[in-house]
């Protein structure tokens, strides 16, 4: 009798850096097929991720195609190939073991089939979880030991500093980006800018930053809410010495936080206003389609509202749209207007409602039948669970048999019942009763 068999491979991240690379895993998985009598590959199955989760594309597939009896055996090279978690184990085994597929590890003795060989699988899951565990801590404790020395954990690179070339690759400062990062702060702290300001002076002089991008008020704001700058390093919520040179200084530096925290509560008390631009998010622009933003404009006298595109207000007058900004009071008053007129029109609503409830009343005999059909499905789901029921209490069949049967159908069920509720509250080809409701005049 010729068994089927698959084989699933895996790396966690470089094949360089791994003990055993996939090629090497898939030659001596073939070389172990061979040698077995009556054994033929079928399927083969690869991931490149971790193994301290299940949900990888490769490994579902696998499952997936042994619940469709397309394999006899699922074969690994060693069991942390498969995973290093006892519970995922344990899933897995139940998985196959419910589809009649065996599995097998080409380094290791164990045969699932026996009690002896499950129990043998579980105490290798149980070293293969442990290993894990013991990695991760070693890694963390290397990280934590490099952060209180000073050494730069290998995050994103802030801008104004660049890898160094010794071992270590430690942070140097950049020539040309570090300048950029002094006059932020200087620009900031003496000048009293803001990060909008800053940001339009900085494309303005043809600055950009490290991938060629203009500056916007968020970047900008990274530079000056970052410690790397004043010579520190962050691991897992405390800050070290660094051993990279600091390109502010500290006094500089802790005067940019204050600045930050105090118009922080400044802007906080302006956003809480709900009543200052009504149509702020809810319209877009014209030009690139972003939603448009109240914005105030400071004269000699008095302040004016205007909306404005969300790309201008991130990037200012440097934004790929041209979009020109809008008078806030003329825009609510077109917009209101234009609302007053449309509900003005009682024939335009009676016709939407009627267009809605002869969709509606149209669609309920495709609903009844629809329900009908589900619910005739369930009725022989459940006369087929009777039977079964029927016939292993009459002794006439194994538990081995009906039960497997028995489960499948009884997780269809449910599906059949949220079918039977989709039909009922959303019936196919009504649309939102907005839809029906065309505005005949837009804001000017």
Known sequence: MTVRVATYTRISTDEENQPFSLESQEQRLGAFIQSQDGWELARQFTDRMSGSTLDRPDLQRALSEARMNRYDLLLVYRLDRLTRSVRGLAQVLEDLDRCKVAFRSATEPFDTATPAGRMMVQMLGVFAEFERATIIDRVVAGMERKAARGGWLGTPVPFGYRHGSGEDRGLVPDENQAPVVALIFDLYTRRHLSSKAIAEWLNEQGYRTRRGRIWSFDSVLTVLHNEAYRGKVLFRGVYHPGVHPPLVDAATFEKARALLNARAKDH???????????????????GCGRRLIGQIAHGRRARYRYYVCGSRAKFGRDSTCGAERL???DLEAAVIDALRSTYA????????????????????????????????????????????????????????????????????????????????????????????????????
Do not use: W
Not at 268 to 286: E, F, M, N, Q
Not at 345 to 350: F, G, P, Q, S
Not at 363 to 387: F, L, N, W, Y
């Open 268 to 286: 906080a008390r302006r956003a809480g206003d709900p009543s200052s631009y009504l149509l702020s998010g809810l319209v877009t622009c014209g």
């Open 327 to 329: 008078n806030a009071e």
């Open 345 to 444: 029109e009682a024939d335009l609503l009676v016709d939407a409602v009627t267009v809605a409830l002869e969709r509606a009343n149209a669609d309920q005999p495709k609903v009844a039948e629809q329900m009908a059909g589900v619910e005739a499905e369930i009725r022989r789901t459940q006369e087929s669970i009777d039977r079964y029921f029927a016939a292993f209490e009459s002794g006439a069949m194994p538990e081995s048999l009906c039960a497997p049967r028995v489960t499948s159908l009884q997780e269809r069920l449910p599906s059949d019942a949220v079918r039977i509720h989709e039909a009922m509250v959303e019936p196919s080809g009504i649309e939102p009763l907005t839809s029906c409701m065309p505005c005949k005049r837009s804001p000017s």
